[in-house]
């Protein structure tokens, strides 16, 4: 059964507490339809970007998520989600190179003892 995405976001409103209850894909599958109608507004668009890169992360689809969360800044740079995830991307990049400097230094290290 198909649904139609409401420019007021209520196919959000169901999509969120479709993921609020764990029911993950089906969330996803609603804020997909939202994203792809061409009668939802530009900000209920940037919104559901931002959720199925969130339910992608979620379900280890980490690639996924961050292609998702790219083309959210990419198309909607002034938008509250793009303005939130790049700064929580750009965390997660530090986080991750870190921890490949780490994974290097300590392997670098075995490889002399």
């Known amino acids: 059964m198909a649904t139609v995405a409401f420019a007021n976001g209520q196919n959000i409103t169901l999509a969120k507490d479709f993921y609020k209850h764990d029911l993950k894909d089906k969330g996803l599958e609603e804020f997909i339809l939202v994203y792809h109608n061409s009668s939802s507004s530009q900000a209920v668009k940037s919104e559901a970007l931002f959720w199925i890169g969130q339910i992608s992360f979620d379900q280890g689809h980490f690639s996924v ?41 300590s392997s670098l290290a075995k490889s002399y003892l």
């Open 65 to 105: 998520a961050i292609d998702d969360w790219n083309k959210l800044i990419e198309l909607y740079p002034e938008s509250e989600f793009a303005i939130e995830i790049n700064a929580k991307l750009i965390q997660l990049s530090e986080v991750f190179t870190s921890s490949v400097d780490e994974n290097i230094s």
